[in-house]
């Protein structure tokens, strides 16, 4: 990948669930965990793991809260590594 840090398709999962399926590429738009839960399935641990490492390389972000639940949205460097992938292809 040109200038983008290293990701596995898991990485590469959460970031189309939240692109592609909920649409989540903005602060208001953003998916809280238990919907992309949903959307996967998988589990509330792993999910969250992904989700962080994904923020701290700056792919994902915390939007606006939901209740009492964090949401994340796709960033621009997250859609242009998504992006890049699926040219590949």
């Known amino acids: 990948m040109k200038g983008y840090e290293k990701m ?18 903005t602060r208001l738009r953003a998916a809280t ?6 959307e996967m399935s998988v589990g ?7 989700l962080r490492e994904l923020a701290e390389k700056g792919y ?8 009492r639940e964090h949401t994340y949205f796709v960033t621009e460097r997250g859609r242009r590594a998504l992006k890049e992938v699926k040219d590949e292809e």
Request: overall charge positive; proline content about 0%.
């Open 8 to 25: 596995d398709k898991a990485h590469y999962a959460v970031l189309e669930a939240l692109q592609t399926k909920r649409n989540a590429v």
């Open 33 to 38: 965990r238990r919907d992309l839960q949903r």
């Open 44 to 50: 509330a641990g792993a999910l969250y793991r992904k």
């Open 60 to 67: 994902v972000a915390r939007g606006l809260d939901e209740s």
